[in-house]
């Protein structure tokens, strides 16, 4: 239990240090308070980012200490692999769009709990996403990555056509 106790007060250590070092600069540039939790969350989006580009380019080699703890991935037709490359890229937004709901459906509460969370536990939300990510591996991709897949094209249309409303409506509030 000591044990279990002292990693936690770890944990909560190395995300808050990480925390300090990263809100020192948006200090020094005059950046208020209130807007950290938005430049986290660009980072926190960025580092997943780039794990998706990961698992397209480098994912082949993940594969190899995959099947060690289970993970059973296919060959698919070009020697791709089922779990990584596109499909990995896939299972990345496939974590982060159920985090993101996670997290949307928190903030409607609208209690004092949401801002806590909203505004911070980024070691937990990193671990929460990476967990995602990787119970994603023993998801099969027939019926839900790829149903998944098709879901999130057709709302990234409307997304994209509501972000390109927004785009125009700043610019004329601009001129």
Known sequence: MCLVSCATAAVCCAGEACCAVMCLPMKALG????????IGYVFFQLWWILIGFATIYIGNW????????????????????ACFNSSGLVRVSWSLAWFQLA???????????AAIIHDGWWTLKFIIVLALFVGSMWIPNM???IGYMKFARIVSVFYLSYQGMLMLIVAYVIN
Do not use: H, M, R
């Open 31 to 38: 950046v208020a308070e209130k807007s950290y939790s938005k």
């Open 62 to 81: 993940f594969v190899s200490w995959g099947q060690f703890i289970g993970i059973q991935c296919p060959e698919q037709s070009g020697g791709s692999n």
């Open 103 to 113: 997290i949307f459906l928190v903030i409607l509460t609208k209690k004092d709990f």
């Open 143 to 145: 019926p839900v990555i």
